[in-house]
């Protein structure tokens, strides 16, 4: 059967959706190429993947975290599927802490906590 034009509008819409938004691409992007990191670089709430993706071809060692981890599209080094509060890394060296677009998504009374851990 031939695909309606609704299906094609929602395809071609979840297309978008995939693509790294525009800020991503031409601000955070060139930003974040400048920049040197202390490894390993935790990836806090890393989502699709795409800032950890970006600095492990970069060769950073790389740890993703994120409370709905999908590590198929993940290039990490390490990939956790766990909550940032629960996240427990005693035993681990980490460098530098990405936190991008992530504190949005937490109940206001426990930002805080995660960024003092
Ligand atoms: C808006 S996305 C940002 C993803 C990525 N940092 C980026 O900028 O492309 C927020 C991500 O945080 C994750 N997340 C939200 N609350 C979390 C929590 N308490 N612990 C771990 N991950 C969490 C969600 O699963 C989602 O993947």
Redesign the pocket.
């Known amino acids: 059967m031939a695909e309606s034009r609704l299906e094609k509008s929602w395809k071609s819409l979840l297309k978008e959706y995939e693509a790294p938004s525009y800020a991503?691409k031409y601000i955070l992007e060139p930003l974040f190429s400048k920049q040197d990191y202390l490894e390993p670089i935790l990836?806090?709430?890393?989502?699709?993947?795409?800032?950890s993706n970006l600095l492990s071809e970069k060769g950073y060692q790389v740890i993703s975290?994120?409370?709905?981890l999908d590590e198929t599209q993940l290039h990490s080094y390490m990939k956790v599927k766990?909550?940032?509060?629960s996240?427990n890394p005693v035993k681990m060296i980490i460098g530098d802490v990405?936190?991008?677009?992530?504190l949005?998504?937490?109940e206001p009374k426990?930002r805080l906590a995660?960024l003092k851990k």
């Open positions: 991503k990836d806090a709430g890393c989502g699709t993947g795409f800032f975290i994120d409370k709905n766990s909550d940032i509060e996240f990405l936190l991008i677009n992530i949005s998504c937490l426990k995660v």
